[in-house]
């Protein structure tokens, strides 16, 4: 659910189609994970990498947006 929260957040600072490619990204990291992990345990870093790294980008926009609202007051 941290990956939906933080796509609200950010997509409320107009830039949902850069949220799309983000979340995309996500996605396919995911798919990458799993694919990986059904092969072999050990193959499903990649996956996990490209996923964290689009969370990671969203936990920061989600942030930037949180902060950049409560200046704004």
């Known amino acids: ?6 796509l609200d957040l ?7 189609g850069l949220v799309s490619v983000i979340g995309a990204v996500w996605i396919v990291g995911r798919v990458l ?8 345990a050990r193959k499903r870093a990649r996956g996990f990498e ?3 790294a689009a969370l990671a980008v969203l ?3 989600a942030l930037w ?4 609202a409560l200046l704004r007051g």
Do not use: E, Q, T
């Open 1 to 6: 659910m941290a990956m939906l929260d933080n």
């Open 10 to 16: 950010l997509a409320r600072r107009d830039l949902a």
């Open 33 to 40: 994970y799993s694919i990986g992990y059904a092969r072999a």
């Open 50 to 52: 490209i996923g964290s």
């Open 59 to 61: 936990w920061v926009g």
């Open 65 to 68: 947006g949180v902060v950049a």
